[in-house]
């Protein structure tokens, strides 16, 4: 299996952004910049695997300062073209040990990112790594998929996850390691496809709820997307904040979005 710097190269950078569409349209990334920029509460802002800056140059344009933790130079030179080190700072290495200067009121990681890390212990210290950012009482976010084993047929290895013209999504379980690989077809003209795949390390939302614990967070809310919506038992996807426990604040499992 490919590691993370070569999945995240040269060529998937160039690719990585859908200007106005599918994680980049509107509807998506206006409600997530728009909840990040109530939980940063006037502070500065750190986002691990910051990528392209697809949430973090908005995020900025809206007055949060922003600084990037990224493991992949070649999405940092796309962010480059958007926005220079003075406007959005960027540390390279990996996120579960790499320290940024300075201290935070929010940490967050979007968009499945924490499943990239492939053990659960790399996990965990990404949990730490971001409580050590954190000034007293900041908060760290989390986007994230739900598990869809309940329409994973027994003796059956994978799902396909989406479907449309010119693309497939297909995803292939190991369920007795917790991993599954996402598999990106898109086809061209006749026989023409390109594929590309990920792997993944799933979560579910009570062991991610302890891995904060083990950090020092508490959970303070859960919802089912960035607008808000009810998390119910058939959510496909979670936005979880936690907050960092101290003698002043304790947060709750069920707040309102500040």
Same mark, same amino acid.
């Given at each position: 299996?490919?590691?993370?710097?070569?999945?995240?190269? /040269?060529? $998937?950078?160039?690719?990585?952004?859908?200007?106005?569409?599918?994680? *980049?349209?509107? =509807?998506?990334?206006?409600?997530?910049?728009?909840?990040?920029?109530?939980?940063?509460?006037?502070?500065?802002?750190?986002?691990?695997?910051?990528?392209?800056?697809?949430?973090?140059?908005?995020?900025?344009?809206?007055? @949060?300062?922003?600084?990037?933790?990224?493991?992949?130079?070649?999405?940092?030179?796309?962010?480059? $073209?958007?926005?220079?080190? /003075?406007?959005?700072? #960027?540390?390279?290495? =990996?996120?579960?040990?790499?320290?940024?200067?300075?201290?935070?009121?929010?940490?967050?990681?979007? *968009?499945?990112?924490?499943?990239?890390?492939?053990?659960?212990?790399?996990?965990?210290?990404? *949990?730490?790594?971001?409580?050590?950012?954190?000034?007293?009482?900041?908060?760290?976010?989390?986007?994230?998929?739900?598990?869809?084993?309940? @329409?994973?047929?027994?003796? #059956?290895?994978?799902?396909?996850?989406?479907?449309?013209?010119?693309?497939?999504?297909?995803?292939?379980? =190991?369920?007795?390691?917790?991993?599954?690989?996402?598999?990106?077809?898109?086809?061209?003209?006749?026989?023409?496809?390109?594929?590309?795949?990920?792997?993944?390390?799933?979560?579910?939302?009570?062991?991610?709820?302890?891995?904060?614990?083990?950090?020092? *967070?508490?959970?303070?809310?859960?919802?089912?997307?960035?607008?808000?919506?009810?998390?119910?038992?058939?959510?496909?996807?979670? #936005?979880? #904040?936690?907050?960092?426990?101290?003698?002043?604040?304790?947060?709750?499992?069920?707040?309102?979005?500040?």
């Amino acid at each position: 299996m490919a590691d993370e710097q070569q999945i995240w190269d /040269a060529d $998937t950078a160039q690719r990585y952004d859908t200007p106005g569409t599918g994680m *980049f349209a509107p =509807d998506v990334l206006g409600p997530t910049v728009d909840r990040l920029v109530a939980l940063a509460d006037g502070g500065a802002a750190l986002e691990l695997a910051i990528g392209t800056g697809r949430v973090a140059v908005p995020l900025a344009g809206r007055g @949060v300062p922003v600084t990037g933790i990224e493991l992949s130079q070649p999405m940092v030179d796309v962010l480059r $073209t958007k926005v220079d080190e /003075a406007t959005i700072p #960027v540390v390279m290495g =990996d996120m579960t040990t790499v320290r940024a200067p300075g201290r935070f009121s929010l940490v967050y990681l979007v *968009f499945n990112t924490i499943s990239n890390l492939l053990t659960q212990a790399e996990q965990v210290e990404c *949990f730490r790594n971001a409580a050590r950012h954190l000034a007293p009482g900041g908060r760290f976010v989390i986007e994230l998929w739900v598990p869809q084993l309940r @329409v994973l047929p027994p003796g #059956v290895g994978a799902t396909v996850w989406h479907e449309e013209p010119g693309y497939l999504g297909i995803d292939t379980y =190991d369920v007795l390691e917790q991993r599954l690989v996402s598999h990106h077809v898109r086809f061209g003209e006749g026989s023409d496809a390109q594929l590309f795949r990920s792997p993944h390390r799933y979560v579910w939302p009570a062991e991610l709820d302890l891995m904060g614990q083990l950090a020092g *967070f508490g959970l303070e809310s859960r919802h089912a997307d960035w607008s808000g919506a009810a998390f119910t038992a058939g959510s496909t996807s979670h #936005v979880s #904040v936690y907050r960092l426990l101290d003698e002043e604040r304790t947060p709750s499992r069920t707040g309102p979005l500040p």
